[in-house]
């Protein structure tokens, strides 16, 4: 079936890295996505990683894969106090374009 | 970058009346377009996924006769929640999949989304 996982909450202080994990069950996605959530707002695509890569870094954010075990993780180095949002990852069973999200990570950065 | 418009940002509305809700795509074609329905503290549950020109694809357990998605052109869709009740109250947000890149490399657009109150 298809189901994604994500821990709750995650609470930083300002300065120090995040890590937000994520697991996933269907292993026909071609990408792997992570989307941010501010108050009110819709959805902001932050990054996405190929399926047959293990690693994708972009300037303060770098993707982790482990396709064996099916798990996906966002670090945030640096992590400002505008970071603090709710962060989602996601699949896309049969490369349909429709995606199945997790419960999505509130991230709470303190200054 | 792509920019999905929806509209309105807010509504409410009294129970027994609908309500239409439009997402445009504004620099690009959207051939797909997905409808989603979040709860407080939850989740995005797909409700939809609307294709130009022909009827929704509606998920398990939505209602089609109570969500009506319309994608009559290239850069709109709409959702008409019809008889709204309370229990429809809820933030919906819709996204939509450029047209003019492979399925497998076109990330999702989504709106600022839609906060619906039914009184």
């Known amino acids: 079936g298809e189901d994604v996982e994500q821990s709750l909450f995650l609470s930083v202080r300002e300065g120090d890295s995040s890590v937000i994990n994520c697991t996933y069950t269907?292993?026909?996605?071609?990408?792997l996505y992570w989307y941010k959530q501010e108050p009110g707002a819709g959805l902001q695509l932050l990054t996405y990683?190929?399926?047959?890569?293990d690693m994708k870094q972009d300037q303060r954010l770098t993707v982790l894969l482990n396709k064996k075990d099916k798990h996906l993780s966002l670090r945030i180095a640096d992590t400002q106090t505008g970071d603090s949002a709710i962060y989602f990852c996601a699949e896309s069973p049969g490369n349909t374009g429709k995606l199945i999200f997790g419960q999505g990570t509130t991230l709470q950065v303190k200054p | 970058g792509a920019v999905v418009s929806q509209h309105p940002s807010r509504v409410i509305c009294k129970s027994g009346t609908s309500v239409k809700i439009e997402c445009r795509s504004l620099?690009?074609?959207?051939?797909?377009m997905f409808w989603y329905r979040q709860f407080p503290k939850q989740s995005l549950m797909l409700m939809a996924t609307?294709?130009?020109?022909?009827?929704?694809?509606?998920e398990q357990g939505v209602e089609k006769d109570k969500f009506l998605i319309n994608h009559a052109s290239l850069t709109l869709s709409t959702l008409t929640v019809t008889s709204a009740h309370p229990e429809d109250s809820s933030f919906y947000i819709c996204s939509a999949r450029d047209g003019g890149f492979p399925i497998q490399v076109s990330p999702l657009h989504f709106g600022n989304g839609t906060r619906l109150t039914v009184t």
């Open positions: 990683i190929f399926s047959n890569m």
């Open positions: 620099d690009f074609q959207a051939t797909t």
């Open positions: 269907d292993s026909s996605s071609t990408y």
């Open positions: 609307s294709n130009e020109g022909s009827k929704a694809t509606y």
